[in-house]
């Protein structure tokens, strides 16, 4: 919210977001609302474990509208549909929020793409 509503950032800024199922994410619509204001705000969903009432339709790739989003771990989904398709990865900053082992996952996937260790922040849900 700062980045865009105050700073008025011109930054892009992809924010994927992971959970076991739908009942596990919150603030969707918001994040929505964000990505139809700001152009240069992309937000992407990740599901683990989606439950069958979760009707969860699996996005093919980044551009298509028709799923809802991605199935798996949410570092695997940035590596698939993200990192191994951009043509800079190592300029990339990543700033991750999850479990100690999602954190050790996100600081190798950053080594593998060659994002220096000063690009990569995280906060440690329990560590």
């Given amino acids: 919210y700062e980045l ?4 008025k950032t011109g ?3 992809t924010y994927w977001y992971g959970g076991r199922s739908r ?3 919150f603030y969707i619509h918001y994040f929505r609302d964000l990505e139809k204001e700001f152009p240069n705000f ?11 009432s979760d009707n969860w339709v699996e ?9 809802d989003g991605f199935l798996g771990f ?17 300029e990339i900053e990543l700033y991750f929020c999850g479990p100690p082992l999602m954190n050790v996952a996100v600081q190798k996937m950053g ?9 990569i922040r995280f906060d440690d849900f329990g560590g």
Wanted: hydrophobic share 30%; charged share 40%.
């Fill in 4 to 7: 865009f509503k105050t700073i």
């Fill in 74 to 90: 949410v570092h695997n989904a940035v590596i698939d549909h993200y990192l191994s398709k951009h043509d800079e990865p190592e």
């Fill in 111 to 119: 080594e593998d793409f060659g994002i220096p260790d000063e690009n």
């Fill in 59 to 67: 996005k093919k790739d980044i551009n298509d509208p028709k799923g």
């Fill in 23 to 25: 009942a596990e994410l």
């Fill in 11 to 13: 930054r892009k800024v």
């Fill in 42 to 52: 992309k937000f992407y969903l990740v599901l683990s474990e989606p439950l069958e």
